[in-house]
């Protein structure tokens, strides 16, 4: 096993030693090349690791996915979404009494203090979700800032349970706004997912009537989505909590990051490009304009930086995604035969294949919800709502140990030093 790497540089070696890792690749350890005067260049961080860490495990090759050593398929096939929190948050499974306390600690914290709706008041019903999102989600700073101690574990697990409990809360609302209808409150007596989809689609005042298979479609979507290591939208958490930021803000950060056509964007832009094909006679059309170099168009949904392979909650979320569609009649919907065909070609076609490009979880997810009613805009709000364990506990993670604030290098390549010119004479 390598212990150790050397590296020359104009003629004086320096020894780099290796940091091995529990599962998966290890790393070589560079932080000793400041002080020869030398940074390390690595755009987009393909080969940085950027952080240690205990929580999620990725090997894209194998197509595994490990959160706190537990495989994602027996995760969703077993758990629910909120042993998945206690797990992410605490490292290990709960038993019966913690799970129940668990489940008490974020039922009684979802309600949502009735001044600080108002936030909504500011937007139109034309606002995309995803900004009331990160509006709502930064705001809560504004209730919990006085007194956090983000250095106090109790502090920070505090953070952890107003986080989780809250963003259905505030997901729902940013729904309920676009719809121009009256908010909806937490019921007590409703699972996590079931609450959710209660708050978005019940009556106020009316019992929840929210079909046990989408409450658990929607549930096996929030542990799929639960952590996924040091993604954009984490990586951009773990950046902003860095500086020692509020909680609040440096978790909008994540959910701003989220947002992106090339991470968590891809479920709402699959359904954007099921819609533009249009028609199955349209297909081969759009797998051509991919395959384009000169066009900068994307198959939404396929490829992932870290899976090469395939993407092991796409397996689940592909089952998943049938059970729903099977449910709801819709089997022959006209974008869901588009989505399949796509997907046979794309199997199918040297381009994908030597690429490695699979459907990710996006593609499936994205038709799920399309299938379950959930408008389009919605989708990756559900993703952040799924997301949010994993941000807090990779937030805490750093916080509880040593760490530094995030501040990469650069290789300049503007100007050299000139002469400012008066504004006469340019
Ligand atoms: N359609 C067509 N070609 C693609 C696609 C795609 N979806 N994805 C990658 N390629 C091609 C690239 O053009 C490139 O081709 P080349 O080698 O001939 O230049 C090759 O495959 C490698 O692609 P990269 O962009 O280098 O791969 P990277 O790992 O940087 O990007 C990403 C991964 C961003 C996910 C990309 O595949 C993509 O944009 N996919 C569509 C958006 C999407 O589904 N995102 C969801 C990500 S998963 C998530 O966030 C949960």
């Not at 028609?279 to 870290?306: C, N, T, W, Y």
């Amino acid at each position: 096993m390598i212990q150790k790497v050397e590296i020359t540089i104009d003629g004086k070696t320096v020894e780099l030693p290796v940091l091995e890792a529990t599962e998966g690749t290890n790393v070589v350890d560079v932080r000793g090349l400041i002080a020869e005067g030398i940074y390390t260049f690595d755009p987009g961080f393909l080969s940085t690791a950027s952080c240690e860490s205990r929580i999620t495990y990725i090997d894209g090759d194998k197509g595994i996915l490990m959160y706190r050593g537990y495989p994602i398929e027996e995760l969703a096939e077993n758990s629910s979404h909120m042993e998945v929190c206690y797990l992410l948050l605490c490292g290990e499974l709960p038993d019966q009494a913690q799970l129940s306390e668990f489940v008490q600690d974020i039922k009684s914290r979802m309600p949502v203090d009735d001044q600080f709706k108002h936030i909504f008041d500011a937007f139109s019903e034309s606002a995309h979700p995803m900004s009331m999102l990160c509006a709502a989600v930064g705001g809560l700073a504004s209730l919990y800032h006085d007194g956090l101690d983000i250095f106090n574990a109790q502090h920070r697990r505090e953070s952890a349970l107003q986080l989780i409990a809250k963003i259905p809360t505030l997901a729902a609302m940013t729904y309920r706004k676009t719809i121009g209808a009256k908010f909806i409150d937490p019921d007590p007596e409703l699972e996590y997912a079931e609450n959710f989809l209660n708050m978005c689609f019940g009556e106020p005042g009316v019992s929840s009537n929210v079909s046990a298979t989408l409450a658990s479609a929607m549930d096996k979507i929030f542990i799929l989505h639960a952590d996924h290591e040091q993604n954009a939208s984490t990586s951009t958490v773990r950046l902003a909590g860095s500086t020692e930021a509020d909680p609040y803000a440096a978790i909008a950060a994540g959910v701003a990051a989220l947002w992106g056509p090339s991470h968590g964007g891809a479920n709402e832009a699959v359904l954007k490009m099921l819609a533009e094909i249009g028609d199955e006679s349209r297909v081969q059309e759009f797998i051509d304009r991919a395959k384009d170099k000169d066009d900068p168009f994307k198959l939404m949904g396929f490829g992932h930086r870290v899976y090469k392979n395939f993407d092991p909650r796409a397996t689940v979320m592909q089952a998943s995604c049938h059970a729903v569609l099977e449910e709801q009649g819709i089997e022959d919907e006209p974008l869901l035969k588009i989505a399949k065909q796509l997907e046979t070609i794309a199997r199918e076609q040297d381009y994908f294949i030597d690429r490695k490009l699979y459907p990710n979880i996006d593609f499936y997810s994205g038709i799920t919800l399309k299938a379950m009613g959930i408008p389009t805009n919605m989708f990756t709000v559900i993703f952040a709502m799924g997301r949010m364990p994993g941000w807090v506990a990779h937030w805490d993670e750093m916080l509880g140990s040593p760490f530094k604030i995030g501040r990469p290098r650069q290789l300049y390549l503007g100007p050299s030093k000139r002469d400012y010119v008066d504004i006469n004479d340019r």
